[in-house]
């Protein structure tokens, strides 16, 4: 498969078109592996970029911060299963959002 480079920059609002996120790796049981974590972004969700590495990015809101949690610590998601969305384009969508239409982004 050919590499597609990552086209996100820290602080770069994506918007989520493919939610099937399947967990790939493991620390503890292996049973998990190849299902959906429990929290992730959902397709047409809107997600600010806060790090990039390589091929993954992060989000702030989709991270474990409770200690006592098995999957603790950041959460990573593949690139291309995002798009890029520009701030006019996250504005128009939250404006028609609160007026009560369904917007849907044209790349859905």
């Known amino acids: 498969m050919a590499y597609i480079e990552n086209p996100f920059k820290v602080g770069q ?18 049973s998990q592996i190849g299902t959906n974590p429990i929290t992730f972004p959902k397709k047409g ?9 390589g091929e993954f990015l992060r989000f702030d809101e989709y991270d474990c911060n409770d200690l006592t949690k098995l ?16 701030q006019e384009e996250v504005e128009h969508r939250y404006a028609e959002y609160a007026k009560g239409v369904k917007v849907w982004f044209d790349g859905l």
């Open 13 to 30: 609002y994506a918007i989520c078109v493919n939610d099937n996120f399947p967990i790939v790796e493991t620390t503890g049981d292996k």
């Open 71 to 86: 999957d603790y610590g950041w959460r990573w998601w593949m690139h291309t299963h995002f798009e890029p969305i520009t």
């Open 45 to 53: 969700e809107i997600c600010c970029v806060d790090e990039i590495l």
